[in-house]
T-cell receptor
Framework: DGGITQSPKYLFRKEGQNVTLSCEQNLNHDAMYWYRQDPGQGLRLIYYSQIVNDFQKGDIAEGYSVSREKKESFPLTVTSAQKNPTAFYLC?????????????FGPGTRLTVL | AQRVTQPEKLLSVFKGAPVELKCNYSYSGSPELFWYVQYSRQRLQLLLRHISRESIKGFTADLNKGETSFHLKKPFAQEEDSAMYYCALKGGSSNTGKLIFGQGTTLQVKP
């Protein structure tokens, strides 16, 4: 099962620690996205990247950071500055950012702060 | 402001009954709208997009610019339709793929 993968599936973190969530795709997609899914709030965009070495903040970027050093990888770091990090995190990719391109989603990572 | 509203958190129907999942949007330009679905233990995936005017798994959705709505409909619900459904709007400028999602509606189809 190729496509877009996320690891780990479950992640536990102590307060005050930074943690990095992995997102990899072998679809040769240019654009990648990170969303946060909370019950009753839908998906909210954290960061997105349209091309290697470039990324933009989404609606809720505070307390998060990303990098896009390779086309296939878009890791998300949840820093200690994120006030409420416990959530389900989804990564997505699409062939290009414009037009009606479908976004393909990974299986998600559930982060719990202890 | 760009926004997507799905007023129902949960919609429960019996098998064979018609289904309508509501979606309203706020967008100043020409909207691009999608419905995504997440079945239990599966990934979020695209169900349909308004530009294609297609019917997928018996579902259709018509864009109504006057009412700023993009409701998802199916005449006869099946148990396998039970899932979480998200309406999404392609937001931002025309050269980004940012999606703005609604809060989601859980569809429960009872036997």
């Amino acid at each position: 099962d190729g496509g877009i993968t996320q690891s780990p599936k479950y992640l536990f973190r102590k307060e005050g620690q930074n943690v990095t969530l992995s997102c990899e795709q072998n679809l040769n997609h240019d654009a990648m996205y990170w969303y946060r899914q909370d019950p009753g709030q839908g998906l909210r965009l954290i960061y997105y990247s349209q091309i290697v070495n470039d990324f933009q903040k989404g609606d809720i970027a505070e307390g998060y950071s990303v990098s896009r050093e390779k086309k296939e990888s878009f890791p998300l770091t949840v820093t200690s500055a994120q006030k409420n990090p416990t959530a389900f995190y989804l990564c997505a990719s699409s062939p290009a950012s414009a037009s009606y391109n479908e976004q393909f989603f990974g299986p998600g990572t559930r982060l719990t702060v202890l | 402001a760009q926004r997507v509203t799905q007023p129902e958190k949960l919609l429960s129907v019996f098998k064979g009954a018609p289904v309508e999942l509501k979606c309203n949007y706020s967008y100043s330009g020409s909207p691009e709208l999608f419905w995504y679905v997440q079945y239990s233990r599966q990934r979020l995936q695209l169900l349909l997009r308004h530009i294609s005017r297609e019917s997928i798994k018996g579902f259709t959705a018509d864009l109504n610019k006057g009412e700023t709505s993009f409701h998802l409909k199916k005449p006869f619900a099946q148990e396998e339709d039970s899932a979480m459904y998200y309406c999404a709007l392609k937001g931002g400028s025309s050269n980004t793929g940012k999606l703005i999602f609604g809060q989601g509606t859980t569809l429960q189809v009872k036997p």
